[in-house]
Each structure stands twice: as C-alpha cells, then as structure tokens.
C-alpha cells in the first residue's frame, strides 16, 4: 500500500500572534511555525499502519519549517519525504494545495491520502474533501482508527458521547484524521540526526484552478485581561473575599 | 603428619568450588566491553589508602564505620592464625614460631580475637537491635551466614589455642585462651582431641567460608579494594559519553556494560547508604539505588535470562524516578557507579521512543524550540524589558562576563525578578556583562541526564558556536545545571569555558570591594545547597560568605553541603508527574527547615529550586512561617533603598 502524508506548518500557538497592515491576516514574518497537531496524528497513523501491514509512507510539507518536520517524519519511519513549494508568508488554504496533493496522490500511485481533520487555518476541515472530491475517490473525515486488510478499509470516526461508527471503505481514499490509534511517538535527537541526512524531494504546486469563494474581510486577535482576580494566598483572606464577591453577585448571602 | 593429604584435598577441593561459583562473574568480567581506568596509578592508589586505610566515608557513620574498622583490622591480625593453621599442616615443618608466632603474635591474635567478636557484636546489635532503616532490602540470611561464619573461626581459633594449652603448652602469651583452657578443663575434654576437633572446625569454617564468598555480599572482601582503585577521575559533572563502539546510544544488557560497570555490581556491600540519601526512594517511588545495583547484580549471577534489562530487571518507573541528584554515589563506600547505568538505560528508552508524556512535550519543545515551556526564542531576552537600563547583547560586542541566563531565570515568571536583581547587582558592581538573547539555548544539562543524548549534542553545539561567535573572558550563570553543562559536559566537544555561578561571581567583587551591601540584622536563614552547584562542582563557600555579608546568620540544615536533600526537580524530573509520590523531596526538605525552629527565610541559589520550593511552602500551607528568598534577594547595594523584607515569625 502506498500511502500520502499531508503535514501542513502552521503559525506557533505559543508565540505574539500580530496582524498584517491589511488587518486581514497575521503577520508571518516573526513567527515560529510548528506541525499542525492533527497533521502530526496522521502521520502516526500512517507510520502504525506501515508497522502493521507494510506500506511506502510519503510525507509532504507544506509551509515554513517544512524541511525540519520531514527530517522528523523520516525518523518516526516515512520513506519519502518531499517539501510542496507555496506562496510565502500566506496562510496555507486548503482550496490552493488540494490540486497539488491530488496530483501527487497520482503520482506517487498513492492508495491512501491521510491528512489532519482540520487545521488551525482550516477550521472546516476542507483538505480531505477536496481531495477526495478531485480524486473522485470516497473521504471519511475525524477518523481516530483506520485498519487495513488488503485493499478493504475500516475506519473508526468518534461521534462524541463514546459514541463510535465503524465504515467499511474500498482503497483509494482520502482520509481526514483526528486522532492516531496511538499518541504520536517521540523520535530521539539521535535519530532526527541520522534522518537529517535524509535527501528531501521537492515538488512545484499545480494550478488549484477553483475561483476564490469568499474573501477574508477582517481578522482580530482575543482582547486580553481584565476578566480574573487574583485572590492571593492566605486561606482565611482568601474565603472572606470569595464569600463578598458571591454576595455581591447575589449568589450568597452574606 | 597424617592429616598433611586430607588437609590438600579439602583446601584443592574448596578452591576448585570457589572458582566453579565465580565462573559466571569472571566470563563476564573478561566478556564486557573496555573502560579507561587505568590511568594515574599514583593518585588511584591514595584514593585506595584513603577509602580503606582512613575508613573515609564508612566512618560517616560513626557506629557501623567504627565496628567495620574492628572487624577488618582483626581480619588482617587473624589472618596470621590463619597462615598458621594451613602452613603447618600443608607444609611440615612451616611455623610461624622464628618471627614471634609464639609470643608477640600468639599476644596480638589472642587479644583481636576478642575484639573480632566485639566487632561481630556490635554488627548483630546494629543489624537485629538497631535496624536502620537502609537495611531494608538487603539479603539477612546473607549477613546472617557471614556472622555465623566469623564467630565459628574466631572461636574455634581460641578454643583449639585453649586446648593446647590445656595439653602442657606454655599460654603466657594468650590470656584469653588461659581462661578458656581452664573451662575445658573442668569440662573434662581431652586436650588433644579438643585441639583437632577445634582445627578441622577452624580450617573447615575457613572453607567454607571461601565457597561461600562468590555467591555472597562478601566479595567486597576482594573487590571493594579494586573497585575503588578503578573509580571514575573524571570531573563529577561530566557524563560518560556514548562509547564510539557502541552503535545504539544507549543499554539493554548487562553485557553491553563495560568491565567497571559489571564489577560496580560485584563489590556492593548492600550497606544501603544510597537508599538512605535517595531522594526518589524517600518519595516512595520505585528506586532503590541499592536494589537497583542488587537486581542487577543476580540478573548478571543468574546468567542469560530471557527478561531484558531495561523494563524487565530493572523498570522504566525505576530508572525515570531518578533526580540524579549524585547523593548515591557521594556516600557509596565502594566508589559505585550508579548515575552512568542509569543514564545508559535511558538512553536505551528515548531512543525506543519509551518516554513520559511530560518528558516527550519537554523534549519535543527543546527539539524545537531550544526551551522546555513551548516559548518562542525571542521571549527569552523579555525579562529585560523591565530593568531600567539596556543589557548589552553579547553577540555584537565584547563583554567582560558572558551571562547564560538559563531556561527557568528567562522564562517562567516567579524567577525573572530574581534574574532582573542579579542584573541590578552586576549593574551596580560595575560589571560589564551581556547576554546571548534569542540565540541561548537550554544547556542541555538535565536533557543529558535524561537519556536523551542526540538532543543534547544539538543544544550544546548551538551554544557552543554561539559562545565563541562572542568575545567575553568569563562566562556566569545563575542556574546550576546550566553550569554544570557548560563546565563540564562541553568538555565532550573540546569547549573548555571558565565558567562561574553567580554567587561566586559576587562573593568576588564583594572582596574586591565592587559592591558595597546593606547589612542585616543578623536574623537566622537556612540555606539549601543545589546539587549542581555543591555535590556536583563543590561550590559550597561562596554562597554562605554571601549570607554572612548580607548580615544574616546561617543555621544549617542537618542535611548540608554533600549531604544536601535534592529538591526532587534534576534529572528531567521537573517534567514528569508526581505519579507514586507519597513525599515530595520538596516537601521533605521544607520540613527539614521547618524543623530547626528559627529561621525565617529558606535561601537558595538555583532557579529551579525557587519554582520547587515556593510550591512546596504553598503545598504544606506554611507560607507565613518561612519564606523561600534566591540570595540575590538578600543582597541589597548600598546604592538602593533597603527592600523589607515581609517580617516573618519564627
């Protein structure tokens, strides 16, 4: 089985996220970008996958840092790792590379298309979709376990409450997961040296040939404070200020 | 004489039992992979006489050290008996008699005899009456065996002396048998029978003594002397690096120790010193350093099983409780080794990927980041921002002091104004000092000791380029780990820093009259030693001269200097969870200060330890008893205002 990783870099949660001048998008240039989470899930799955039945693993990146999450994918076990160029300093749109990731999906005689549900600039999860939709290949999307026996695949997709649906799917597919059947593993600093001699492919993208939608119109970042109150340490101080605020709030009597 | 054959083949018999039951240790020994310790005869040596000759370390503990030195220097004295009791029998004619085996040294043997049982008493009254808890573990039939061995010996060595002297032989020389002769007398015991019956039990328990010995604690007897011989020269703070032999970085056999590591397993006396200083097996986690040894040692005893090393002879749970704190290896009598093997097992786990979900975020952030919190580089330097004058940056001009600021003094908030105060401190003892901003990465030092060794070579030659990229005369840290990696474990690389922490640093331009302090009252503080900085790099002085020229008065903890109590953060610990914690060692420790009674201020110098202990004092609700302050809290230059300090009772 041949199966197609999408590991999309997105801006670092952790870092001051600031707007560009056009108030419209954020602006990239001091930012640290890091593996989207769900992208980094199905990878794992792709890798348990591997483990389990044999498989060719092909990772693609897309986004600022590529280079250094397949030197890493190489190390958890990818077999080809190839960089997808993208427009720089922008928002990686689902929409533009689903053209890119279906033509690759061809190339590489792909069986499988696995990618994070959604991303944090993909909050619709539109990836697997779109390549599914281009594909013409069947898409099941918030999978947290995928087996394969043969060409037959079963995907588990989680429907809250402990509630889980099972489907029974032919290969070729596109897959968007949510969780790996078990959590992403940790690759040393000893290996990601041996997987940084690893040679990285590199691919131009395709024309994604889709009208744009919708425009961003306005972007704005959470307004900070004033919401919490610190109470300090004392146990005694402590309750008298919790026992006033909630009188104050009607919420107890005092 | 007739007895002369019997005599040949018992002892043949015996030796030939005792190397059969050493076979699997000496095949392993020959087996393990090579160690370099064979240079620096001389100073090997004084180490040996030091250890052994001065009973150094045994005597710590003054009841179990004073009668281990009775017992082996009665052994020493005995072992002349001993030369007698076979050399007459198996060569006729052998006597000891020409240099004094009749007089003087009959006198020495008669008199250590009594002092070998003193000794064996004082041993079964530590063991049965006392029973301290480091015991606990160790083999009793084992101890038991070997004092039923030595009281068997002595006393068949007085009575056979007894019975000769009953039969007409002079006993002038030997008090003790004349009194004993005396008794078998009344009880009506041929003198020569009595003097075979006590020989052949005499040379019978000798023997027996000897084929016990390989299966037994006892072999320190023989080994204890060559372990502390081929101890580790290297600095306490320089982890032993992958072997280049070795193709994975890390453990799972006993056989891929090298040849000092397997005889460390050998010469454990299982005195439990280790356990009684461990920080993780006080806290109720699965680590005994003694056991761990133990284990190890009759996994190796038992020969190939089919249960690996590392989760199998010895669990994950055991090696990631580890603080690395080195107070184990700073009390062991026998100089063993126990921080290398655990670090080599885990290596062996992050290399399989085994790791913590706290530790793979830490490590994870460290592999991306360069810090262990998931902060961006450039919020390392944004503690600056609130001092009230610019820090020079390192990187684009020379600077006098180097400052690596560390992880814990850049980022995390309850330390940053610690780190703002030695700036103010530096600033007005007119240091010319900078730091690396965005460019620091973690040293690598707890990273190192977490197994995770690639990661390591990756912080540390970021920062090594970094540094020499600058232009500096000497490098100061805050943070003990930090200069424990950059002192020591950059060595790895050829990078040999002087390095400084900053107490140091102060207490220098204190006695150069640069900075010029408010002085105290004279209130009580205690002061904790950080393992980096003491045990590790002997940095014990300068922070007690600080508190003294901060007018403080310093009442020490019981555990102090070498003994410090780890704060239970090293090693990687601080990013793993308190699973199995019954005690934390912060905790521990806070009660420890808790209970000299008269002191205010609980005074560290180490970041991490003002993270660990505020929690600890926030955790026991004692917070309005004492007060954890850094020492650059109590330094306050004359040039400031003087900080009130929050007025404590005690």
């Known amino acids: 089985m041949n199966i197609l990783v999408v590991l999309r870099m997105i801006p670092d949660s952790a870092g001051e996220l600031q707007l560009a001048e056009d108030g419209r998008s954020i602006d990239r240039e001091w930012l640290d970008f890091q593996l989207n989470d769900f992208d980094d899930h199905a990878l794992e799955e792709a890798i348990l996958l591997k483990e389990a039945g044999g498989a060719k693993v092909t990772a693609v990146a897309v986004g600022e840092g590529a280079n250094r999450v397949l030197q890493m994918a190489a190390a958890r076990g990818a077999d080809e790792v190839v960089a997808l160029q993208c427009e720089e300093d922008a928002m990686i749109s689902s929409r533009e590379i689903a053209a890119s990731i279906a033509a690759m999906a061809r190339a590489k005689s792909a069986d499988l298309v696995l990618c994070g549900v959604q991303s944090s600039e993909d909050v619709f999860g539109q990836l697997a979709p779109y390549v599914g939709a281009l594909l013409d290949w069947p898409h099941v999307s918030g999978a947290n376990r995928i087996v394969a026996n043969g060409a037959v695949l079963r995907v588990t997709q989680e429907r809250g409450a402990g509630v889980a649906v099972t489907y029974e799917l032919a290969a070729p597919a596109v897959l968007g997961v949510q969780t790996a059947s078990k959590a992403p593993r940790y690759v040393s600093g000893s290996k990601l040296r041996e997987a940084s001699k690893t040679p990285i492919g590199r691919a131009t993208p395709e024309p994604s040939g889709l009208e744009r939608a919708a425009d961003i119109i306005t972007l704005r970042l959470p307004v900070q404070g004033g919401s919490g109150e610190n109470l300090g340490g004392n146990a005694e101080t402590v309750a008298d200020r919790l026992v006033s605020i909630l009188a104050a709030k009607g919420m107890a009597r005092n | ?650």
């Open chain 2, 1 to 650: 004489m007739a007895s002369t054959l019997p005599l040949w083949i018992l002892v043949i018999t015996a030796l030939a039992l005792t190397a059969w039951r050493s076979r699997r240790y000496a095949a392993a020994l020959a087996n393990a992979p090579a160690a370099a310790r064979f240079n620096r005869p001389m100073l090997r040596l004084q180490g040996v006489m030091v250890a052994i000759g001065m009973h150094r370390k045994m005597l710590r503990k003054p009841l179990s050290g004073v009668l281990h030195a009775i017992i082996f220097i009665s052994f020493f004295v005995l072992f002349t008996a001993t030369i007698d009791a076979f050399g007459s029998r198996l060569f006729p004619g052998f006597s000891l008699a020409p240099v004094g085996g009749e007089t003087w040294i009959a006198a020495l043997q008669d008199v250590f005899s009594v002092l070998m049982l003193t000794g064996v008493g004082l041993a079964l009254y530590q063991r049965y009456v006392l029973r301290p808890a480091r015991f606990d573990g160790s083999s009793g039939s084992d101890a038991a065996i070997i004092y039923v061995l030595i009281v068997l010996i002595v006393a068949s060595l007085l009575l056979e002396a007894a019975a000769r002297i009953a039969g007409g032989t002079d006993g002038s020389w030997r008090p003790v048998a004349s009194v004993l002769a005396g008794l078998l007398d009344r009880a009506g015991m041929s003198a020569h029978a009595g003097e075979e019956l006590f020989y052949w039990v005499h040379v019978g328990a000798i023997l027996a003594f000897l084929v016990y010995i390989p299966g037994s604690k006892h072999r320190h007897m023989f080994l204890a002397a060559p372990n502390i011989y081929f101890r580790n020269l290297e600095p306490r703070g320089l982890v032993p690096a992958v072997p280049e032999a070795r193709e994975v970085p890390g453990i799972d056999s006993l056989g891929q120790f090298d040849w000092k590591q397997q005889l460390d397993l050998l010469s454990c006396t299982e005195c439990g010193r280790c356990q009684a200083v461990c920080p993780a097996y006080a806290a109720g986690l699965p680590l005994s350093p003694k056991l761990l040894i133990t284990d190890m040692r009759d996994a190796l005893a038992a020969g190939p099983s089919a249960a690996p090393l590392v989760g199998g002879v010895i669990s994950e749970e055991t090696l990631w409780a580890c603080t690395t704190c080195r107070a184990c290896m700073e009390v062991c009598p026998v100089e063993i080794e126990h921080l290398p093997k655990i670090i080599d097992m885990r290596r062996h786990l992050v290399d399989e990927g085994l790791v913590s979900p706290g530790l793979q975020e830490a490590l994870s952030n460290l592999t991306r980041l360069g810090n262990s919190m998931g902060k961006p580089s450039k919020m390392r330097s944004r503690w600056t921002k609130e001092l009230g004058f610019p820090v020079k940056d390192a990187r684009e001009q020379p600077v006098d002091v180097l400052w690596f600021v560390g992880d814990y003094a850049s980022y995390d908030p309850r330390v940053q104004e610690i780190t703002r105060r030695v700036a103010e401190l530096l600033t007005a003892a007119g240091v010319d000092f900078g730091i690396l901003f965005d460019a620091e990465r973690n040293s690598g030092n707890d990273v190192r000791r977490a197994g995770e060794e690639g990661l390591f070579e990756t912080l540390a030659q970021s920062n090594i380029d970094e540094i020499n990229a600058c232009r500096f005369n000497r490098i100061m840290t805050t943070d003990p780990h930090s200069l424990n990696a950059l002192k020591n474990d950059y060595r790895h690389f050829g990078a040999a820093f002087e390095v400084l922490h900053y107490t140091a640093l102060l207490a220098e331009l204190i006695t150069a009259g640069k900075l010029d302090l408010h002085v105290a009252d004279g209130a009580r503080v205690t002061y904790h030693d950080p393992c980096y900085l003491g045990r590790y790099n002997g940095g014990f002085d300068a922070p007690r001269a600080l508190i003294r020229a901060a007018g403080y008065t310093l009442h020490d903890m019981p555990r102090c200097r070498e003994n410090s109590f780890c704060c239970g953060a090293g090693g990687g610990r601080i990013w793993q969870g308190d699973d199995g914690v019954t005690e934390r060692p912060s905790e521990n420790r806070i009660r420890e200060a808790l209970s000299l009674g008269d002191v205010a201020y609980f005074v560290v110098a180490c970041p991490k330890d003002k993270v660990m202990y505020t929690a600890a004092i926030d955790a026991l609700g004692v917070a309005e008893t004492l007060k954890v302050v850094d020492i650059a809290e109590l330094l306050v230059p004359r040039t400031s205002r003087a900080i009130e300090m929050p007025t404590v009772e005690t």
